[in-house]
């Protein structure tokens, strides 16, 4: 896309996927007449989701390739989380909420243990080593609960999508871990991201110069992404509480058909 076209398309996604955020917060706080704590939960996910959505499109748009790619990382991830706990079985109201509230809570003791394995690699102060110790006391109450961590990756990705349709499953699957690979390297940084921005010129076999750029290259998807994403973290909290979405989705078509590369 010529750079004018490029910037319109990112305001119009913009402008799409915030009024989605936007609906379906108003939505909560319409519809649900006493919030639970699940109920919290979930709309904290989706304001954070938002916020990292507005980072990511606030990047993109000042060609902060890098940081976008970061951001998708962390959205790639919420959202497949999100789609798995939302992703019950029953369908009975209480037994519905109290079995998503319980895998949210298999995410919060993941975190926890991945948080105390960090603390623990780093030095030893008082001050870590007492967090570390609420960190346990959190990990004991979980488990005295009987909450188990989260699945690994591979159960998560295969969980997405309707399983009566196979084939969407498989695309949801290969494209959300196609996401997840991709935008992981600009969390974890390695020498595939840092020597695409700086690197030895040769000339003869002999180093000439040193070579380098402000960020990495866009790979010309960030915007499906976030549409993508955002599309589907509103569709997920809506479907859970049983809420039309067919006018979001119907903005997420129109936007994929200016947006998918011909």
């Known amino acids: 896309m010529e750079s004018k076209e490029y910037h319109d398309i990112l305001n119009i996604v913009a402008d799409t996927v915030i009024k989605w955020y936007e609906q379906t917060h108003t939505t909560m706080n319409i519809a649900i007449e006493l919030f639970t704590g699940l109920d919290v939960e979930l709309m904290g996910i989706l304001l954070a989701a938002k916020k990292q959505t507005l980072g990511a499109l606030t990047t993109l748009a000042n060609k902060h390739i890098l940081s976008t790619h970061a951001l998708l990382r962390v959205l790639v991830e919420t959202f497949v989380v999100l789609a798995w706990a939302l992703k019950v079985s029953t369908s009975e109201k209480k037994a519905k909420y109290d079995e998503v509230y319980e895998r949210l809570k298999r995410w919060e003791l993941t975190r926890l243990k991945k948080d105390r394995a960090l603390l623990n690699d780093l030095p030893q102060t008082s001050e870590r080593q007492s967090d570390i110790s609420k960190i346990n006391s959190d990990i004991e109450r979980f488990e005295e609960d009987g909450i188990k961590e989260l699945p690994n990756y591979e159960k ?107």
């Open 156 to 262: 998560l990705f295969r969980g997405l999508g309707d399983k009566d349709k196979p084939k969407e499953v498989k695309q949801w699957q290969e494209g959300y871990a196609k996401f997840y690979r991709r935008y992981s390297q600009a969390v974890h940084l390695n020498r595939n991201v840092t020597q695409r921005l700086t690197w030895i010129q040769n000339e003869n076999q002999k180093p000439t110069s040193i070579l380098y750029k402000e960020d990495i290259e866009a790979d010309g998807d960030e915007l499906i992404t976030i549409a993508c994403i955002s599309s589907d973290i509103n569709k997920a909290i809506r479907g859970f509480y049983n809420w039309q979405y067919n006018a979001m989705q119907n903005e997420y078509e129109q936007l994929k058909s200016k947006l998918v590369k011909k």
